[in-house]
């Protein structure tokens, strides 16, 4: 067995390796940019190297640096993780070179699979149904379009050497083709190192199934059984599950058995997972889509529902030994369900978002697995995916797993960041969902119910966040010595005065008017006279009495922000200072800022332009995403902030308009 392991690569998978290497005598070695010096996978290794300042391709993608760093600290294998590096056959094959263990498949099993069209036309040869489409060498744009045209629109582009939803466009007519496609080669080159396309037809909300597959390099080849991942946004997979709801048994076996021919077919060695796509309401209609040469990173719903340990055998395996377990000692028992918990904000389209965690209370108990790369302090950048943690829930069966989720999402608190949170818990509760009817239109399909309208905080959540606020005035009442430094309205020999308190919320303005009376307050809220109380308890829970209902919620606070978190949702509250100046003050119109920080790609129009409400003007990409500015009205480019290639921050003037276009 190997004595000291590189991990290259970062967050919770780098964190999740070095538990599993620790708990087997293996030391650890991170690797890290400038972004992550103080990360905590930094902070849980035995020893870390610097390879690079922050953008991933001078640091997580360079493969001279890392390789470098695994020599010089003396590791005699490297684990790749997912994401990154985890499938380019020229890091294997370095790593190889350096004499060191790739924890991973063979190259030539990378090679031939890393190209979506060569592993499709290697899966049609070995009696794998795929999907129709293109998958040739030619790649002008011109044999592209005439290819889609061919199979009929809609259509997806996909980048032939890569995943997780970087270039992948959904194209519907001729006449969005180009400009689809310029964008997705422009992704995948920034994700991938290669702007390869494939077309295929585009099957409208079918189920993505995927199956688990293990080799050795003694000729075994076992599956683990199949996950379903079809609830996704932008393409990439939100909340996964095992074993796939509603399958027939002989589905079931049916996909093991493709899977184990796929695998086969490269001779694979490792972890490894085969996806497929398939009819919602025909999954034994399914087709391949591609294998994925790496660890996933929804292996934990595989190892809650056989009790094993995905990253244990990839270094048994790597090491030379023969797998664990044979096809028929492998057990599937019980159900489980992972969430990814992502800084981002689902009601401006899942756009990826940056900040300091603040507060940080992320759930326990029974049947509740949570891996996560991030602590309470640490901040989320945008140089890298903006996943936070993935929670597990696991259960006997699946409606047991996801009542467990459920209330696992309603014991996780953030503050400091925008965060999908209040989704996933949505989600979990939806009718759909529990009957397990989905399909990657979910999302869109259930928006109504996952996605609704914000709504003004209920009085609940604003008592919460008052009487947090009270609550500390009276723990700084009882620091000050003297009662001249109080700011709780107390007056000598005369009851309390009224203290009123002022918030923001989702653009509303709340005033609270609050009066102590013996253990519990009056407030006047919104118009109504309210009797409450309030009992603290340990990490943020506070055990709300309002008008006699009672009510126990977490309530996190930092510096003049309060988050209140209530059954699964939150709400955001900013304490107003009286002196400042109204909200908005200095917001000018026509300015177009960039949502996020990130780095600008195209520039799509030139100062005297007239644009029409919705063109869009720039392109920002953030989090290995492109995001997309449009006009938000009809007018004229009066000034262009910004140039291709700059860097900028959230909240930067990139494009300025004057009034409506003639």
């Given amino acids: 067995m190997f004595s000291k392991l590189l991990i290259a690569n970062r967050g919770e998978i780098a964190c999740r390796v070095i538990r599993t290497a620790r708990g087997m005598g293996i030391a650890t070695i991170a690797v890290y940019s400038d972004a992550d010096a103080a990360a905590l996978h930094v902070a849980m290794a035995d020893e870390a190297r610097r390879i690079g300042p922050p953008p991933a391709r001078d640091s997580y993608l360079n493969i001279a640096a890392i390789v470098e760093a695994a020599t010089a600290s003396g590791a005699d294998a490297v684990h790749p993780g997912y994401g990154f590096l985890s499938e380019n056959p020229e890091f294997a094959e370095a790593c190889t070179a350096a004499g060191l263990v790739f924890v991973g498949p063979p190259v030539s099993a990378i090679r031939a699979m890393g190209s979506k069209a060569a592993a499709k036309a290697l899966m049609a040869a070995n009696g794998v149904p795929v999907v129709p489409g293109y998958h040739g060498d030619d790649q002008d744009p011109s044999r592209l379009l005439a290819e889609a045209e061919k199979i ?90 095992g074993p796939a709801p509603g399958l027939e048994p002989a589905v079931r076996q049916a996909l093991g058995v493709a899977a184990i021919a796929a695998a086969k077919a490269v001779q694979y060695v490792g972890a490894g997972t085969v996806e497929f796509i398939a009819p919602a309401k025909e999954p034994a209609e399914f087709s391949f ?52 918990l992502y800084a981002e904000n689902p009601n401006r389209n899942f756009l990826p978002a940056t900040g300091t965690l603040h507060r940080l209370r992320l759930p326990q108990g029974n049947g509740i697995r949570v891996d996560s790369g991030v602590r309470e302090g640490d901040t989320v950048t945008p140089f890298y995916d903006p996943l936070m943690a993935k929670i597990i829930a696991f259960g006997d069966g699946r409606d047991a797993a996801r009542r467990h989720l459920a209330r696992a999402l309603s014991n996780t608190a953030v503050l400091g960041v925008l965060t999908n949170l209040g989704f996933l818990h949505r989600v979990a509760v939806d009718a759909e969902f529990a009957a397990g009817a989905i399909d990657t239109g979910f999302i869109e399909r259930r928006r109504d119910n996952v996605l609704p309208p914000a709504e003004p905080a209920p009085d609940f959540a604003v008592a919460a966040a008052a009487l947090q606020g009270l609550s500390a005035q009276a723990g700084a009442r009882t620091s000050h010595a003297s009662p001249w430094l109080q700011t709780d309205g107390w007056r000598p020999n005369l009851p309390p005065a009224p203290q009123t308190l002022v918030f923001r919320s989702g653009g509303e303005e709340i005033a609270v008017d609050a009066i102590s009376e013996a253990a519990d307050w009056r407030l006047r809220l919104r118009g109504h006279e309210r009797r409450a109380a309030a009992i603290p308890g340990s990490a943020g829970r506070l055990a709300v009495t309002l008008d006699g209902e009672h009510r126990t919620v977490t309530v996190l606070e930092h510096t003049a922000a309060i988050g209140v978190f209530l059954g699964g949702q939150s709400w955001h509250f900013d304490i107003v200072d009286p002196l400042a100046l109204p909200a908005g003050a200095h917001a000018t119109v026509g300015r177009l800022t960039a949502p ?38 009809d007018g004229v480019v009066e000034a262009v902030r910004c140039a291709v290639g700059d860097l900028v921050e959230e909240g930067a003037e990139l494009i300025v308009l004057a009034g409506p276009s003639p």
Wanted: a positive charge; aromatic letters at 4%; hydrophobic letters at 40%.
């Fill in 152 to 241: 009929g629109f809609p259509v997806i582009l996909k980048a032939s050497a890569g995943g997780g939803g970087r270039g992948m466009r959904i194209v519907s007519k001729t006449e969005e083709f180009t400009r689809a496609l310029d964008g997705a080669k422009r992704e995948a080159k920034g994700a991938f190192g290669d702007e390869r396309m494939l077309v295929e037809r585009y099957l409208d909300r079918p189920r993505h199934i995927e199956v688990q597959v293990f080799g050795d390099s003694h000729g075994n080849l076992v599956h683990l059984f199949e996950r379903d991942c079809s609830i996704q946004r932008r393409h990439q997979k939100v909340i996964e599950e």
């Fill in 289 to 340: 889509m591609e294998m994925n040469t790496r660890l996933q990173v929804e292996h934990p719903v595989t190892e809650a529902v056989t009790g094993l340990d995905l990253v244990e055998w990839q270094l048994r395996v790597a090491a030379g030994e023969k797998l664990p377990l044979t096809q028929k000692e492998i057990i599937l028992s019980g159900h489980a369900i992972e969430v990814r």
């Fill in 596 to 633: 996020m920080p990130g780095r600008v790609v195209q520039l799509l129009v030139v100062p005297g332009a007239a644009v029409r409400r919705g063109q869009p003007l720039v392109v920002v990409e953030a989090m290995k995403m492109e995001h997309t500015i449009a006009a938000p009205r």
